[in-house]
């Protein structure tokens, strides 16, 4: 029998866990949890709360990037878990055809009309890699058109397709690509003309600022790509599963026929980490043209059985309690809450999103005492003062946020999906003492704010 004790290991080693990072892992996190006060310690989790060693809840308005959609440790997926555990499959024979793979298409592509077969793999940027693959054979193009601010993902493929230079500098050669901004039919039609054109992939919200597709656009777009024998790859890795109130995010709009859809995040109960791409079948045939072809695309742990449950477990759990529902319930609850705050904070510049997904925008100030402060914030670094809204929020209210992405003066709110009213309740009333702060010109805050300055000019 094993000596191994993973309990006893933790006892005895889990408060090395920021010196084992630091020595073995990406030594700027444990650097950068320390400068702005993330270095908690959580004991537990579960739902949309961390534990720490005290018992001190701390509501968690972040879900992992989006992952822990239904929060965590859903008592469903967890004995969904322990039975397929106990079930002993002969997973990943690669040589046959399990039953999970299979209803767990079913079942997904049941949610998207028009969608009929699906790929599995094990993250958002993989199911991503897969659409842009899938795109460029079945068209015989090269190049890819992607948004402004957008992203899709870290690996090559989907680096291509990323809209934040800072993720791509340093990383080239890549993929044949051209950005486009996002609502811009122009700009579409102008790239589509010159006849190379694979596909256009695109977030419907983008979560790098939250920013929504105009009306219309996703149809139009769709039908233009169409017309000229190219491709619409809806990215709802972090839209998707009802995260802004309707199943995928695409379905807002009627009449949005996109040919590929890259799923992820939520899919996972928060366990184990599963990837959908799903699309047309004509599609997938003519990826998979012949028996020669069978694994011309494939992953070495997609469709696993632990992924397979889990997926079955979190469409179940979403259907029984009706988690779309809530989402689009509690975050039209959030978003007018603090819409209500515009007006009365002049630092408060815009609250927008869908469902819950929200962000919440920053912006230049009217009064010449807090403008004068703004300007050193923003003279030092772009995004500084989303920052310091994000460290009192967590270290005097116990609310995990962060914000919407490098040099953006934006905090994006994606909350697990069971939130409800009492943690609304929670988050504007915190929300509103860290604006009152804020506004007074003073206090720690503000000292917080010399802090940062003073380390993002050491940086430079």
Known sequence: MTGFDLAKLLAERGEERYELHARYLNHQLPRMLRTIGFDKVYERAEGAY?????????LDMLAGFGVMGLGRHHPVVRQALHDVL??????????????????????????????????????GTEAVETALKFARFATGRPRVLYCDHAF???????????????????????????????GDLEALRAQLRKGDVAALVVEPIQGKGVHEAPPGYLRAAGELLHKHGALLIADEVQTGLGRTGDFFAYQHEDGVDPDLVCVAKSLSGGYVPVSATLGKEWIFKKVYSSMDRVLVHSASFG????????????????EDERIVENARRTG???RERLSA????????????GRGLMVGIEFGKPRSLRLRSRWTMLQAARKGLFAQMVVVPLLQRHRILTQVSGDH?????LIPPLVVGEPEVERFVSAFTQVMDDAHSGNGLMWDFGRTLVKQALANR
Request: aromatic share 10%; proline share 5%.
């Open 408 to 412: 953006l003066e934006v905090i994006k």
């Open 86 to 123: 106990d079930a002993q499959t002969a997973d990943l024979t690669r040589f046959d055809c399990q039953p999970l793979p299979g209803l767990l298409a079913e079942r997904l592509l049941s949610f998207a009309p028009g969608m009929e077969r699906v790929f599995f793999g094990n993250s």
């Open 341 to 352: 705050l515009v007006d009365r904070y002049e630092l408060l510049y815009e609250v927008r």
């Open 50 to 58: 961390f534990y720490d060693a005290e018992g001190n809840d701390y």
């Open 303 to 318: 469709a696993n059985a632990q992924a397979m449950a889990a997926g079955l477990a979190t469409l179940a759990v979403m």
């Open 332 to 334: 039209d609850l959030l």
């Open 152 to 182: 899709h993902g870290l690996t090559t493929g989907s680096l291509s397709v990323n809209g934040e230079a800072g993720f791509r500098d340093g990383f080239a050669p890549l993929l044949p690509d051209t950005a486009v901004p996002l």
